[in-house]
């Protein structure tokens, strides 16, 4: 009895799913759209969901297949999803009409998951405006200023290490993740930590649990991504209560202490204090006209609850970590496989520095070539994949193809604006695949056609973070050139293949490389 009462259940799911996927494909053959139909319950996902291909695989599998579309039919598990590839369209849906798509898809709620899903990153319509603009000040340049000599002191502490370990093989990725924790935990959390030196320090294991996910873990993000629907139903969280609980603890106590002896330092943890009591403000002569045209003035004073900071400060964290350390891993590797282009950014980090004696935050647009490697870093391995976005207003798409007819959208539709796939188009980028920093210097820079280049998303909901991140870059950058030349050594894999994933970009076999120090 038992027996049979599950060949019926599993009957049943595998029918609902073949129904399901039938009907997407339905829905897209009704609109005129190609696509390619997948397999029942992954569609177009299943390379990743096994983790035999990238996420990035998956989707750029699609992108290639239909090159004359400007947008074609995705299937993500079982729901459907516009791809679009075309750049013009793309600065219509995330800039010029952006109103008709404020939202990004929400996988996690803030009922399912009250860190993440309570983020700046969830939040939708008027609540993420009002965030954004609360938020936005604490980015602007003169903010970062202040930031610049926490990154160097935090560098420097690399510098130490490195040259500890001169003789041996070094594991770059363990090394830049160590920086990167350190930095968001002194300029995020005003927690100061050395986590070269003490390896196994409390903010850089829990933090590391974050990303280092077992297998229920994984399952779970990958549940809440893919079929949000089921996720939410079964209650399932992606992060356990000890990080909230975490986060939360480490900023109280920073809070405390500080309303306490009247504390003040120029890092995160304090502009969200200012903003909480709505003294915050844009001090930078220049206002960014795009974020002026779509958001709009603060609104009344609200009161902020410990889950509240720790919601920003989290997001901050944890979409920063990854994102920085994979751009930081990947560019040290690309220069350990290309020693022209190194010795080229040495002479000018060597000028730079003889001339300024160490990073000025006001001459930091000398570094041109600094500023092409780190660029050229990001077309190639940008960590952004997509960029998601949830129809809320009716919206017409142009025909997909000369002869097409034109895609109606309606509230809910989901399209993703790729990334990576027009980064590595050959139609954009000659030889996209060579590591070529030229590609954006000034003599060149003109070439690279508007919305082809979005290693951190484009519009207003860009990512805000984007200055701190690109300063994160140069500032470790700029001192490990300076002071060690990259070598490959034995374990230096070349060419890079990243391994299977969802949604991270790792080397296979790791980035490891030996240096030689500078006289």
């Known amino acids: 009895m038992i027996v049979e009462i599950l060949i019926f259940i599993i009957t049943a799911l595998i029918g609902y799913f073949i129904y399901i996927h039938k009907r997407v494909q339905s829905n897209f053959r009704e609109r005129g759209l190609k ?18 291909k990238h996420l990035l695989d998956d989707i750029d599998a699609i992108y290639r297949e239909f090159p004359d579309e400007k947008y074609v039919g995705y299937i993500e598990g079982t729901s459907p999803v516009i791809l679009i590839r075309d750049p013009e369209i793309i600065k219509y849906t995330t800039v010029k009409d952006f109103d008709h798509f404020l939202n990004h898809k929400q996988f996690i709620t803030e009922e399912v998951d009250p860190l993440f899903g309570g983020s700046l990153l969830m939040m939708r319509d008027e609540k993420w405006r009002n965030m954004r603009t609360i938020l936005s000040p604490a980015f602007t340049g003169s903010k970062m200023r202040h930031m610049l000599p926490f990154m160097t002191e935090i560098s420097n502490n690399i510098v130490e290490y490195l040259n500890d370990h001169i003789s041996e093989d070094i594991n ?9 924790n350190d930095v968001l935990a002194s300029t995020a959390f005003g927690y100061q930590v050395n986590s070269v030196k003490d ?12 990303f280092v996910k077992a297998f229920e873990q994984k399952f779970k993000l990958m549940l809440n991504f893919y079929f949000p629907s089921l996720a939410k139903l079964l209650g399932l969280t992606v992060f356990d209560k000890k990080f909230i609980n975490f986060f939360k603890n480490v900023i109280a106590v920073t809070m405390e202490q500080r309303e306490k002896n009247n504390f003040e330092r120029p890092d995160m943890i304090q502009l969200l204090m200012q903003a909480s009591k709505g003294m915050l403000k844009d001090d930078d002569k220049k206002d960014d006209a795009a974020e002026a045209e779509t958001t709009s003035k603060q609104g009344p004073v609200r009161q902020w609850t410990d889950l509240d900071f720790a919601c920003q400060l989290f997001t901050f964290y944890f979409a ?22 190194q010795q080229r950014l040495y002479e000018e980090v060597k000028a730079y520095n003889d001339s300024k004696g160490s990073l000025v935050y006001d001459s930091l647009s000398d570094l041109k070539y600094l500023e092409c490697v780190i660029n050229e870093t990001l077309r190639r391995w940008a960590s952004a994949i997509i960029m998601d976005r949830v129809c809320t207003k009716p919206y017409e798409l142009p025909p997909p ?54 290693p951190f998303g484009v519009g207003p909901r860009s990512c805000l973070g984007s200055r701190f ?44 490389v030996k240096l030689e120090k500078r006289s």
């Not at 920063?320 to 560019?331: E, Q, Y």
């Not at 590591?435 to 919305?451: T, Y």
């Open 35 to 52: 696509f390619n139909p997948g397999y029942p319950i992954f569609g177009n996902v299943f390379g990743s969901s096994f983790q035999t």
């Open 172 to 180: 770059v990725k363990d090394v830049v993740r160590r920086y990167a």
């Open 320 to 341: 920063g970590f990854d994102t920085s350390s994979t751009a930081l891993t990947m560019c040290i590797h690309e220069l350990a496989l290309n020693p022209k282009i």
């Open 469 to 512: 991140a690109l300063l994160e870059l140069k500032v470790l950058l700029y001192q490990v050139i300076l002071n060690f030349k990259i070598l490959k050594c034995k374990k230096t894999t070349d060419p890079i293949v990243i391994i299977p994933h969802q949604f991270s970009l790792k080397a296979k076999g790791g980035t490891w």
């Open 199 to 210: 390896k196994d320090n409390e903010f850089y294991r829990t933090g590391q649990e974050l």
């Open 401 to 454: 193809r000369e002869g097409g007819k034109p895609t109606k959208l309606v509230p809910g539709d989901v399209i993703y604006n790729v990334v990576n796939p027009i980064h590595l188009d050959p139609k954009h980028y000659p030889d996209p695949l060579v590591f070529d920093p030229d590609r954006f210097s000034d003599e060149r820079k003109h070439e690279i056609k508007p919305f082809t280049y979005m």
